[in-house]
């Protein structure tokens, strides 16, 4: 069993590079997908009863095998792709990244999409009338609201198959988590820089505290996640320890000649350390809310108005301000990749972008098993009790 096991993750990890060749070359993708799926009875109805439709009423598309149904009579010349999203107990950048595997498959077959984030453990604020967390932070991307959408009468509901390009682009949450390349970087700025906007109440607001904190000096960004990066997640980074993220920054300051070091990080205690060794040459925005521990920074209730807001426009300026240095020290985080979409979105590039490597565990917590989230709850919820 053990040599099966063995021989299993080496395919499984030689599959990763052997999908990303083939994703562009439709004739070895056809076969890959047959010889992997060809059994599969599903599999084998699915292609006897492909037909792709060469039109939506007077649209020209290819709809490889989605369901377009009506649902009004408004947007007549348009297929809107619509997006409702439950993110669980996802992070803010994952679920951005995630938007932008959707838009990239929206925008290749020519739809309009309309997202409806509706639930988020982490995100949905009570305080606020609109029942659509996107729409806190952002514009929607075609400018069609989700009652226009719910009312239109070409309208795909959108799935994370096959068929709905889920597989084309990078996205969360797979087998090949993490594995994300320089091409994915410039295909996804491509697409953040089309589609996404925030609202102009929040790019104002961003806008000036990133005016009022850099105030013009070169600065190095460091990303550095720690809190619940702690935990022993399964198929996630190792975390870097805070003496690599110093040890690296301090070489990296010195390499772009940099004034100043801004650090984004969800962990008092790493910000304790970097202020202790950079002093006043350190930014960083103090409003933000950090954890003294395991606690993922964004999980338990605060009594600051408007919290679970806030803890989106906190990561949301975060990214912006990271993207506005001229420098970049990471580890590998949803964060950091949307760093670096943004910066490239702006048709701008770092000066210097080191990311700190380390293994994904292989055995470890899965967050997709419910016993696995109420045992982690459960230690968060102890410091959240010794925080009060």
Not at 89 to 102: D, T
Not at 179 to 185: A, E, G, N, P, S
């Amino acid at each position: 069993m053990a040599i099966k096991r063995y021989l299993h993750n080496i395919f499984k990890h030689h599959l990763v590079s052997i999908r990303q060749w083939a994703k562009d070359k439709p004739f070895w993708g056809c076969l890959l997908k047959i010889l992997l799926r060809g059994r599969t009875k599903e599999f084998q109805q699915y292609v006897a009863r492909y037909i792709p439709a060469p039109t939506v009423g007077e649209i020209k598309c290819v709809t490889r095998n989605l369901t377009v149904s009506t649902l009004g009579t408004l947007n007549a010349k348009k297929i809107i792709m619509y997006l409702e999203r439950d993110s669980g107990s996802g992070g803010f950048c994952a679920e951005w990244v995630y938007w932008l595997n959707r838009l990239s498959f929206s925008d290749k077959m020519g739809f309009k999409h309309c997202i409806n984030w509706t639930d988020s453990q982490f995100y949905k604020e009570s305080e606020l009338e609109n029942n659509n967390i996107f729409e806190y932070f952002f514009e929607q991307p075609a400018n069609i609201s989700v009652e226009d959408a719910v009312e239109s009468q070409n309208v795909i509901f959108d799935y994370n198959t096959i068929d709905y390009g889920y597989y084309d682009f990078f996205a969360p949450g797979r087998n090949d988590d993490y594995i994300i390349t320089d091409q994915d970087i410039i295909s996804f700025a491509e697409i953040q820089k089309k589609y996404i906007r925030l609202n102009e109440h929040l790019k104002n607001e961003i806008s000036m505290d990133i005016v009022n904190l850099i105030n013009g000096k070169k600065t190095l960004a460091v990303h550095a996640r720690g809190a619940d990066a702690n935990v022993p997640y399964n198929n996630h980074p190792i975390p870097v320890k805070v003496e690599g993220y110093i040890e690296n920054a301090r070489r990296e300051m010195d390499t772009i000649q940099a004034e100043k070091i801004f650090l984004a990080t969800d962990d008092n205690n790493i910000l304790k350390r970097f202020i202790e060794e950079f002093g006043d040459n350190l930014l960083y925005y103090q409003d933000v809310e950090r954890s003294n521990g395991l606690r993922m920074s964004c999980y338990g209730e605060n009594s600051r108005p408007l919290h679970h807001y806030k803890l989106g426009k906190e990561i949301i300026r975060d990214v912006y301000t990271m993207a506005t240095c001229q420098g970049l020290v990471c580890s590998a985080s949803y964060v950091s990749y949307m760093v670096q979409i943004v910066k490239k979105s702006m048709d701008c590039d770092f000066e210097i972008v080191y990311c700190i490597k380390t293994e994904l565990r292989k055995k470890g917590l899965n967050l997709t098993d419910p016993k696995a989230i109420r045992s982690i709850e459960k230690i968060w919820n102890q410091e959240l009790e010794n925080k009060l």
